[in-house]
């Protein structure tokens, strides 16, 4: 056994993973697994720079994970971040902040790196389920991006793609700096066209309709998995390896595009991070489904960050 952390910074939270890894049996024992919504892309889009507000709320998350690090003694750690330091342009402010705090210099991965480390985490343990086709197809949708990825025991193809919950809502749901409630049909008219220009840019790599089985991480995903279980509150064991049917997945999504923003803050499994972002979220993964033709999505609370410690391991 190795005890390793990993970090996923991304767009819209930030997330921590402490656990002991043993690669010969491929075994991961969770010890200590948080989220922290920092919206560190707030702005991005629009700028171009990391706002300084935002830069604050991430180093406090990387200061209260500092210490679980160190109280739960992880031998190897390994910093990862996504979509939004990729594309600011004072990502130096936000590296020297991370490794002021936490001693390792953050990976400011490409959208292919992520999309194999999601891969990894999401179907290392799917190996043994005969109810399962290969190859998959896993999506990951971010805040800033969404990786495709099609695979079998290893990645055959990937891409990633700039279309994720909170570019979108910022680009097509904020008038005079608040969200739409609900949002017009001509805004939800814009953003599906902006979804469906990202997955044709990523078909272009990835052959979305050859996978078998799709499968679907992060936090839109598994949202959407909780309002469909009607869970009064986010858990995680009862999202995991769930099924989620397009037709409900469609009609989760026009209930939400349809909302305010006082009915989706009242779903119990609603983290107040994603009250704003959700629509565009489950648009994304409608629209993925649709172009695709799968019948339903496996969630998985396995992802990115699982794959990262695996790289550790």
């Known amino acids: 056994m190795t005890r390793v ?34 919206r560190l892309g707030q702005g991005v889009d629009r700028t171009g720079r990391l706002a300084p507000e935002a830069l604050e709320r991430t180093f406090a998350a990387c200061r209260e994970y500092a210490a679980v690090v160190k109280e739960l003694g992880a031998q190897r750690l390994r910093f990862v971040a996504t979509s939004a330091s990729r594309d600011a342009e004072n990502r130096d ?8 705090i936490l001693g390792v210099e953050p990976e400011v991965i490409t959208g292919e790196q992520e999309a194999e480390f999601s891969f990894t985490g999401a179907t290392r343990e799917l190996g043994g389920r005969e109810d399962l086709t290969r190859p998959y197809l896993v999506v990951d949708i971010g805040g800033g991006s969404t990786e495709f990825v099609v695979g079998d025991d290893r990645v055959r193809a990937a891409r990633s793609v700039d279309v994720g919950c909170v570019r979108m809502t910022e680009r097509h749901l904020v008038v005079d700096g608040k969200v739409t409630d609900p949002p017009a049909e001509r805004q939800i008219a814009a953003m599906r066209a902006d979804i469906e220009a990202a997955l044709d840019l990523a078909e272009r790599t990835v052959p979305l309709r050859e996978a078998h089985t799709l499968v679907g991480l992060a936090g839109s995903v598994t949202t959407v998995s909780a309002i469909a279980q009607g869970l009064p509150e986010y858990d995680s064991a009862a999202i995991h390896h769930s099924r989620v049917p397009y037709d409900e997945v469609r009609e989760i999504t026009e209930r939400l595009l349809r909302s305010t923003h006082a009915e989706r803050a009242a779903i119990g499994a609603m983290h107040p991070g994603r009250v704003d972002v959700i629509a565009a979220g489950a648009l994304v993964l409608l629209a993925i489904m649709e172009r695709t033709g799968a019948q339903e999505v496996v969630v998985s609370e396995h992802d990115i960050l699982d794959g990262i410690a695996w790289s550790l391991a």
Do not use: H, Q, W, Y
Request: glycine share 8%; proline share 2%.
């Open 93 to 100: 402010e936000f590296v020297r902040g991370v490794l002021d």
């Open 5 to 38: 952390a990993a970090v996923d910074c991304g767009t819209n939270s930030i997330r921590l993973l402490v656990a002991d890894a043993d690669p010969r049996t491929g075994e991961l024992v969770d010890l200590d697994r948080r989220m922290t919504i920092v």
